[in-house]
């Protein structure tokens, strides 16, 4: 699959608007949207990444360089089993919640992803 195609599948699946992809990513949602037609073919690396952060991939899997794997516990650092695990089991509470609530809870994460890569990019200037 090509990059703008699994950009735009990957967007899909997740629920996420243009608008909420480019302002976690820091672009307009103009540009996301010329990204998934293929028109911009040619990304700069700080923004495939937060790309793939607003995704919930990896850059490798959105070049399509490696197998795609929507499980994000498994692109975490193994260094802390711990914090995999505990990510796990809410990862596994979240899927019993109703769609209602789910979608509620994606929300307040795509707002608190906002406002941290926001906060990133202060401390990085």
């Not at 703008?4 to 990513?25: F, M, P, S």
């Not at 037609?37 to 495939?48: F, T, V």
């Not at 794997?69 to 260094?79: E, H, I, K, N, V």
Request: negative net charge; aromatic residues 4%; charged residues 25%.
């Amino acid at each position: 699959m090509d990059f703008k195609d699994t950009i735009k599948a990957r967007r899909k699946e997740l629920g996420l608007t243009l608008e909420e992809v480019g302002q976690i990513v820091g672009v307009s949602k103009t540009t996301i949207q010329r990204w998934e037609s293929g028109e911009i073919k040619n990304q700069r690396r700080d923004k495939i990444v937060k790309l793939a952060q607003a995704l919930q991939t990896t850059p490798a899997q959105l070049m399509g360089w490696a197998e795609t794997d929507t499980d994000l516990s498994s692109s975490l650092p193994q260094s802390n089993p711990n914090v995999n695990g505990q990510l796990e089991n809410l990862f596994h509470e979240i899927q019993q919640l109703p769609p209602d609530q789910q979608k509620n809870f994606l929300k307040m994460m795509r707002a608190a992803l906002i406002l941290f890569l926001e906060q990133e990019e202060d401390e990085n200037s």
